[in-house]
């Protein structure tokens, strides 16, 4: 196997471990705060569900003057 498709395959799951890892430690905090505000967090098995919460709570930070840690950390 050519070394660069190695290499390649290597970036690719390097940045699927990161998401996946980001995802576990950042989502329960933004769900929680979506629901402090009276918006529904999306389904879990929706595809891209934890970046249309991190859009919702930024939007939602925004309008309400917040600026949580968590928010930043995940951005």
């Known amino acids: 196997m050519h070394p660069l498709v190695i290499i ?3 970036c690719c799951f390097a940045g699927f471990v990161a998401t996946l890892i980001s995802g ?11 629901e ?3 918006k529904s967090p ?3 098995l929706y595809s891209f569900s934890g970046l249309r919460d991190y ?3 930024k939007k939602l930070a ?3 003057g917040h ?8 951005g």
């Not at 576990?24 to 979506?34: A, D, H, K, S």
């Not at 600026?67 to 995940?74: A, G, I, T, V």
Request: proline share 9%; net charge positive.
């Open 55 to 57: 859009l919702n709570a």
């Open 62 to 64: 925004k309008q309400w």
């Open 67 to 74: 600026n949580p840690e968590f928010l930043k950390s995940y």
């Open 24 to 34: 576990i430690l950042y989502n329960p905090p933004i769900q929680r705060y979506l």
């Open 36 to 38: 402090k505000f009276g």
């Open 42 to 44: 999306s389904f879990a």
């Open 8 to 10: 390649a395959f290597a």
